[in-house]
Nanobody, 123 residues
Framework: VQLVESGGGLVQAGGSLRLSCAASGLAFSQYAFGWFQEVPGKEREFVAG???????FIAPSVRGRFTMSRDNAKTTAYLQMSSLTPEDTAVYYC??????????????????WGQGTQVTVSS
C-alpha cells in the first residue's frame, strides 16, 4: 500500500487549500480514510475521516472549515480546508482503515500512512 499526500504549501490566513491523498496497492473502495495533523511537540491528531460509503466525520475543532471527500475512480481522498488560520499549520497525513472501528480518533485504528504534506498558514 502506498499513500502519497500532496497539495500542501504556504497560504495566507483566510485562504484555502485542498490536500490530496493518492492511494495505490489496495482495493480503494473497501477502505475508510482519515486525515491527521501533526504539530512539532504534539501528538498526531485526527482531523477528518470518510467511510467506504462516503460518510464523513469532521473533528469539532475544524468543523465548518474542513471537508473531506473521496473519488473511488481516481483512488484519491481529499481534504478541503478553508478559512485557514496559523493554528492550522501542521504536517497533514492521510491513513487507511480497513476494519470497522467505533471511533475515528485513535491512530492505532489505521493501518497505513502517507509521508505527510506540510501546510503553513501565515498571519
Amino acid at each position: 500500500v502506498q499513500l502519497v499526500e500532496s497539495g500542501g504549501g504556504l497560504v495566507q490566513a483566510g485562504g484555502s487549500l485542498r490536500l490530496s491523498c493518492a492511494a495505490s496497492g489496495l482495493a480503494f473502495s473497501q477502505y475508510a480514510f482519515g486525515w491527521f495533523q501533526e504539530v512539532p511537540g504534539k501528538e498526531r491528531e485526527f482531523v477528518a475521516g470518510i467511510s467506504k460509503t462516503g460518510t464523513t466525520f469532521i473533528a469539532p475543532s475544524v468543523r465548518g472549515r474542513f471537508t473531506m471527500s473521496r473519488d473511488n475512480a481516481k483512488t484519491t481522498a481529499y481534504l478541503q480546508m478553508s478559512s485557514l488560520t496559523p493554528e492550522d499549520t501542521a504536517v497533514y497525513y492521510c491513513a487507511t482503515r480497513r476494519k470497522f472501528a467505533s471511533s475515528w480518533y485513535p491512530r492505532g485504528e489505521y493501518e497505513d500512512w502517507g509521508q505527510g504534506t506540510q501546510v503553513t498558514v501565515s498571519s
